[in-house]
């Protein structure tokens, strides 16, 4: 995702602060932005995976598991850059909390159940893409707390 329809949410949240409303608009803005560019990309390799995994290999058992990857996970890039631009927006208005819990929650999905699923389950690509896939669809809301409470908007004084 383009670093700057994602981080460059933090410093225009902050510095329009003080100005709840166009603060608003521009964290929902970039959500909007950050999404819709994240989604198209991820459609367009989810459908033609080849296409990416030629650029880096051409061995057949890596882009066989590659292939597999960006089929199942490329179609949530646009949850993955939501919850992104959700946490830069949040962090620009000061509140570190919710996107904190987000990133280590989903750090913990996708490592922790990847890796139980691999030795519990015998889970090969496939059940790994999913968790990580899953991993993004949660992340999304949960940074997403942050922008819909009414506490994170709320004027603070030193």
Known sequence: MNPEVSSSRWPKVGEHFSQTPRAKKIAWIGTYIGAGFAEIIGLGIALAPSLWVGLFTEQAPVSDFAT?????????YGFMATGFVFAFSAQGAGHVVWPFLAY???????????????????????????????????????????????????????
């Open 104 to 158: 280590t929650i989903r750090t913990l999905i996708a490592a922790g159940g990847g890796i139980l699923a691999v030795q519990a389950f015998h889970a090969g690509m496939a059940g790994i893409a999913v968790i990580v896939a899953v991993s993004y669809v949660i992340f999304a809301p949960i940074c997403g707390i942050a922008m819909l409470s009414k506490t994170v908007w709320e004027k603070r004084t030193p």
């Open 68 to 76: 597999t990857y960006l089929i199942i996970v490329a179609p949530t």
